[in-house]
């Protein structure tokens, strides 16, 4: 009865409930796919360790993984943002044109009921 209910309530509740099903199901392969690249971060970070013992220990100058990784996040994420605002201001250039054509349209409508009016005060003469 309250399966019943439901549905007479939300006749997509099937179909709802089939989709928050997938997104568990989703939700649980990012998390696995997370915690394998968290593992292999970690193994590669080890692994580097003696490299970087050895680097320093030569006085050879290098940028660490770590910093390297960081530097292209950040970089990805400015080009996204840039291009976020780039939409945005095609955006914002469409609709100020929208506004310009209404204010336009306006214009013309008021003017052609001033004429029209005009013309009809002169016809009434």
């Known amino acids: 009865q309250l399966e019943f209910c439901i549905e ?3 006749p997509n509740a099937k179909k709802h409930s089939d989709q928050k099903k997938e997104l568990y199901a989703r939700r649980h392969a990012v998390e696995e796919e997370l ?15 003696e490299s970087e013992a050895a680097l320093n220990a ?11 990784n960081n530097d292209e996040v950040l970089s ?6 840039e ?7 095609q955006e914002e250039v469409k609709i ?18 001033v004429e029209g009016g005009a013309q009809g005060a002169i016809a009434g003469n």
């Open 96 to 113: 100020a044109a929208e506004r310009e054509e209404i204010k336009r349209m306006k214009t013309m409508k008021a003017s052609t009921k």
């Open 35 to 49: 915690l394998l690249l968290k593992e292999k971060q970690a193994k590669a970070m080890d692994e580097f360790e």
């Open 58 to 68: 030569a006085g050879i100058p290098f940028v660490h993984p770590v910093d390297e």
């Open 8 to 10: 007479t309530f939300d």
């Open 83 to 89: 291009y976020k605002a780039h939409l945005s201001k």
């Open 76 to 81: 990805r994420r400015v080009k996204m943002v």
